[in-house]
């Protein structure tokens, strides 16, 4: 089992920035592509940038050029810096891990609590 735990939401004003972590934690795992995805009221949960173990990255166009994915593999964590933020940016934000589990051999999916992002004036 692996616990991810999100934080640095919070309320921005439109052109603001906000930088959230994840931070992975459990035992005998290896975390494989890390990712943010995000879900607004009302609408389906949708990808905002991934990143792969070897830091290749993938952005939603909708956030290229303002939003930056990283990750620190000695300390698990995965981070998301997000600038001139706007009004349609407002959602939850979940972080996603791929993992090995060393005990069972096999690749899970992790998903964090989620946390929340809301730009407005």
């Known amino acids: 089992q692996v616990q991810l735990v999100e934080s640095g939401g919070g309320l921005v004003q439109p052109g603001g920035s906000l930088r959230l972590s994840c931070a992975a934690s459990?035992?005998?795992?290896?975390?494989?592509?890390m990712g943010w995805y995000r879900q607004a009221p009302g609408k389906e949960r949708e990808l905002v940038a991934t990143?792969?173990?070897?830091?290749?990255?993938n952005y939603a166009e909708s956030v290229k050029g303002r939003f930056t994915i990283s990750r620190d593999g000695a300390k698990n964590m995965v981070y998301l810096q997000m600038n001139s933020l706007k009004p349609e940016d407002t959602a939850v934000y979940y972080c996603?891990?791929?993992?090995?589990?060393?005990?069972?051999?096999?690749?899970?999916?992790?998903w964090g609590q989620g946390t929340q992002v809301t730009v407005s004036s």
């Open positions: 996603n891990t791929e993992t090995f589990e060393y005990d069972t051999g096999r690749y899970a999916n992790y």
């Open positions: 459990g035992r005998r795992f290896m975390l494989n592509a």
């Open positions: 990143i792969t173990r070897g830091s290749v990255t």
